[in-house]
């Protein structure tokens, strides 16, 4: 699988926030998830800051593609639906991609919604994710 960043110079320097402006993909498998919450999996609130509720998300995104053979590297395009109480908490948010997508990070969307399912979720996160096709006789990493 090929992929490529975009980020040209006459616009925005997105990669500060911890998304490029666009990802190029050629080869490999899509994978369309779910949006995903600050939640384990026996439904428990990971914590009530919107940056522990990032990380468990993007935690939860990670294990559902391990268990397709992939990782959150693969990801290429993010959407995040951010809860109207949490809106002016973005630093938060951008500190966690960041640090979970230091390089070749994936294109976002953000969208500030009046709220979640629940009250107390503060970010939903929809990824989508390009997984490389392993050849026959090739290992996986």
Not at 18 to 39: C, D, K, N, T
Not at 72 to 90: G, H, I, K, P
Not at 131 to 137: A, D, K, N, Q
């Amino acid at each position: 699988m090929m992929r490529e960043s975009i980020n040209p110079h006459s616009v925005a320097d997105t990669l500060q926030y911890g998304f490029s402006q666009a990802v190029v993909v050629s080869g490999g498998h899509r994978v369309y998830l779910s949006g995903q919450v600050g939640i384990d999996a026996h439904e428990v609130l990971a914590g009530p800051d919107i940056a522990t509720q990032t990380r468990t998300a993007l935690d939860n995104i990670d294990t559902i593609l391990r268990g397709v053979g992939g990782c959150l590297a693969d990801v290429v395009m993010l959407r995040l639906n951010v809860a109207e109480c949490a809106r002016y908490e973005q630093e938060s948010v951008i500190g966690v991609l960041r640090e979970r997508f230091p390089a070749s990070p994936p294109a976002t969307s953000w969208t500030v919604v009046r709220g979640l399912a629940e009250p107390e979720w503060l970010i939903e996160l929809v990824a989508e994710a390009v997984i490389r096709e392993v050849l026959p006789g090739e290992e996986t990493a």
